[in-house]
C-alpha cells in the first residue's frame, strides 16, 4: 500500500495530512506521484499515518492496533 492509498483509506485529504505533518500539500503532492524526498520526510508521514490509523476504525490487525506492516507503505 502506498501514501494516497493508506491516506485515502484514512480518509484524509492531503491538506490534512499536511498540516498533521507540517509537510507542504506541494510536498504531499509530489510525493504520492512517485517524486522522491528524503527518508526523514517519509518517516514524519509514516508516523503520522500510522497516528492516524490507530486512532481509526478503518485498518486494524488482529491485535486491534495498526502496525508498520498493516501499512506497508516502505
Given at each position: 500500500m502506498d501514501?494516497?492509498?493508506t491516506r485515502r483509506l484514512l480518509?484524509?485529504?492531503q491538506k490534512?495530512?499536511?498540516d498533521a505533518t507540517g509537510l507542504s500539500i506541494g510536498t504531499i503532492n509530489r510525493?504520492?506521484?512517485g517524486g522522491g524526498s528524503t527518508l526523514?520526510?517519509?518517516t514524519i508521514i509514516k508516523e503520522k499515518l500510522l497516528e492516524y490509523a490507530k486512532h481509526s476504525n478503518t485498518i486494524s490487525s488482529p491485535t486491534g492496533n495498526?502496525?508498520?506492516t498493516d501499512l506497508s507503505i516502505f
Open positions: 501514501i494516497r492509498q480518509n484524509l485529504t490534512q495530512l499536511a510525493i504520492e506521484k526523514k520526510t517519509y495498526p502496525t508498520a
